[in-house]
């Protein structure tokens, strides 16, 4: 009976000691706040202890850009997920040189990686997209996002799915899609030490005078202890309460 309850104890004691995981923001890119020069985009996110978040780079999408006007200088609107006001600075990723098929060729890039002793629990990934045309015509955008967590040796298609499109007649000034707020489930990765995402965009266009704008970019998830460093914590619980049963 004192076993069983010292087994107990010990659990009880662990868990205390590691705590429950919530999920955090541990990256974010392009929030709409910065205009930033260069292919990179760092991450904006709120620093959170165990886990360092990679800049954005780009692959495979020929031209791009930083800016809060899209073509014929109309002004973009605010995403959902970040409303600066004024401005609200958006990537552009021009139609043309897009195909229009998932291959993991022509996509947006970022990483997590936990720091020594830690582990990630991955939740939700999610950003704001919006279309802007500024010739007749009409455009569609899918995005196929693709995971790794080996390194970048192998990626796994999580969802090609989510697709939004913008049909237009012949008024020449440039119009915008509403943004809208993609999100996706990647709770199912957990224990991970390295969390990789490719962000693959495809579009029926040909035309550069249409483009698809990605903005507020996000990785929630939490932070844990690897699982020696909880049994770690654990015997050091049992050593506790081993001390204090002497003394008493």
Do not use: C
Request: aromatic share 8%; charged share 15%.
């Amino acid at each position: 009976m004192k076993m069983k309850k010292m087994k107990y104890v010990l659990m009880t004691a662990s868990v205390m000691l590691v705590g429950a995981a919530s999920a955090d923001l541990l990256g974010a890119w392009i929030d709409g706040s910065v205009d930033y020069a260069g292919p990179q985009a760092p991450s904006v996110a709120p620093a959170v202890s165990g886990v360092t978040a990679s800049s954005m780079t780009q692959s495979g999408l020929g031209a791009w850009d930083v800016r809060d006007v899209g073509f014929g200088n109309a002004v973009l609107p605010s995403g959902p997920t970040y409303d600066p006001g004024s401005s609200s600075w958006w990537f552009l990723i021009r139609a043309t040189g897009i195909d229009n098929t998932h291959n993991n060729d022509e996509y947006l890039a970022f990483d997590l990686t936990a720091d020594a002793g830690k582990q990630l629990d991955m939740d939700t990934l999610s950003f704001d997209a919006t279309i802007v045309r500024n010739a007749a015509g009409d455009i569609t955008t899918t995005f196929g996002i693709y995971i790794s967590t080996d390194g970048g040796a192998n990626y796994t298609l999580l969802d090609s799915s989510e697709s939004m499109s913008h049909i237009v007649g012949t008024d020449p000034l440039a119009t915008a899609l509403a943004p809208e707020t993609f999100s996706y489930d990647i709770s199912s990765y957990t224990g991970v030490e390295d969390f990789r995402v490719h962000i693959d965009v495809a579009d029926n266009s040909s035309s550069d005078k249409k483009g698809t704008y990605v903005q507020g970019i996000q990785l929630n998830g939490s932070v844990i202890p690897e699982p020696a460093t909880i049994g770690l914590l654990g015997m050091s619980a049992a050593g506790l309460i081993l001390i204090r049963r002497i003394m008493m």
